[in-house]
């Protein structure tokens, strides 16, 4: 069993990169996507990627219960890709909240912790290949609002502890993906 973190920023690389990992493993394919359609745009998005993917993946949409579905999925035979992470982190602050909502009603102490935990016992029970991909938001400026810093620091905890408990951890930028731990990916 194998588990990849696959990161980098916008239009990276990363997914391209991380679904290379899948086809070249020969396993099954199931694509847990994370996004959820909050808007036009990004419905748009999600049935581009619907269409690109290889007719013999199964997809998954959970924009929560990553860890469950992780859980379900898991196999010697298969390989799971989420995509992505960060998109999960934003499903999770945001679930139940107002479009724009005070850092105090992101509940960021009790359910996104709890999930985190959920989403790390997966992985490290998973039984088969996993690879996941995230978004590292932490390179840029220090963000002004106090909802875009507490993502941002979730975003950096969330890419930090899945990276320890992955076998490989590789950083995709303009196509390029450089392995920080473990043998090339």
């Known amino acids: 069993m194998m588990r990849t973190l696959v990161f980098g920023g916008a239009r990276s690389g990363k997914s391209a990169y991380a679904e290379k990992l899948a086809i070249e493993s020969g396993k099954e394919v199931v694509y847990i996507a994370t996004a959820h359609a909050g808007d036009g745009e990004m419905a ?5 990627h619907r269409s690109q993917r290889p007719s013999a993946w199964t997809t998954v949409e959970e924009p929560l219960a990553l860890a469950a579905a992780l859980a379900q999925w898991a196999s010697p035979q298969r390989l799971v890709l989420v995509d992505c992470l960060t998109l999960w982190l934003t499903n999770l602050m945001f679930d139940g909240a107002a479009d724009y909502p005070d850092v105090g009603e992101i509940n960021l102490p009790s359910r996104f912790h709890e999930q985190r935990a959920a989403l790390l016992a997966a992985l490290e029970h998973a039984a088969g290949d996993v690879v996941l991909v995230s978004n590292e ?49």
């Open 44 to 48: 748009a998005r999600i049935t581009r």
């Open 137 to 185: 938001v932490g390179m840029g400026i220090v963000p002004y609002g106090a909802v875009s810093r507490a993502f941002t620091d979730e975003a950096g905890r969330l890419n930090q502890a899945v990276a320890a408990v992955c076998d490989c951890a590789v950083f995709v930028a303009a196509g390029l993906p450089l392995v920080l731990k473990g043998a090339p990916c």
